[in-house]
């Protein structure tokens, strides 16, 4: 059964580095999405992106976070200068969209420790 | 704002002992309400769909019911391998078409199945 894939599992930097999280959606998916989870926390949305540029973001995303599918399988989320409070449970998602079933497919998530 | 509010936090439950989880939602016109499973440390794990009140759909010991104000999850004679956090998430209408919606989860119901 196809599944998102996102690497590394555990990415560990310092305050101020730059950070980039990579996730490979199901293949014929044409929707993707960014979400956060803070330990204890509710899921958050980050960030959606179809037909090359994003659709919707929240507030969370700001200018030091970026997206892009810089190939026909990748897609991933860029933070340009890490904070303490960037640590989190980074969850890469993909769906079909359209009028029928609009169901997002999570990936098992990235765990991004900032010291 | 859409908002989701998932009731009871925490669920203990013996071995066979049937009960329910419930959601209860506020969103700007309905295009879908979604259940998830999350075990500690992964991603949410697709459950059901349900997109118009009276809807109901079936997986296992699962079964998912919607109104116009909430969402229930009945478990049936619940298995310890049932134990998990369950998420309750709804998507609103498009704003366009093409657009690719946000989820905005509920906190999320933590049950444990007892043997």
């Known amino acids: 059964e196809p599944e998102v894939t996102q690497t590394p599992s555990h990415q560990v930097t310092q305050m101020g580095q730059e950070v980039i999280l990579r996730c490979v959606p199901i293949?014929?998916?044409?929707?993707f999405y960014w979400y956060r989870q803070i330990l204890g926390q509710k899921v958050e949305f980050l960030v959606s992106f179809y037909n090359n540029e994003i659709s919707e973001k929240s507030e969370i995303f700001d200018d030091q976070f970026s997206v892009e599918r810089p190939d026909g399988s990748n897609f991933t989320l860029k933070i340009r200068s890490t904070k303490l409070e960037d640590s989190a449970m980074y969850f890469c998602?993909?769906?079909?969209?359209?009028?029928?079933?609009?169901?997002?497919?999570f990936g098992p998530g990235t765990r991004l420790t900032v010291l | 704002e859409d908002q989701v509010t998932q009731s009871p936090e925490a669920l203990r439950l013996q071995e066979g002992e049937s009960s329910s989880l419930n959601c209860s939602y506020t969103?700007?016109?309905?295009?879908?309400l979604f259940w998830y499973r999350q075990d500690p440390g992964k991603g949410p794990e697709f459950l059901f769909t349900?997109?118009?009140a009276g809807e109901e759909k079936e997986k296992e010991r699962l079964k998912a019911t919607l109104t116009k104000k909430e969402s229930f999850l009945h478990i049936t004679a619940p298995k310890p391998e049932d134990s998990a956090t369950y998420l309750c998430a709804v998507q609103a209408e498009e704003i366009s078409s093409g657009s690719a919606r946000q989820l905005t989860f509920g906190s999320g119901t933590q049950l444990t199945v007892l043997p």
């Open positions: 349900l997109y118009s």
């Open positions: 969103v700007s016109g309905l295009r879908g």
């Open positions: 998602a993909s769906g079909n969209g359209g009028t029928g079933t609009d169901t997002q497919y």
């Open positions: 293949s014929n998916h044409l929707y």
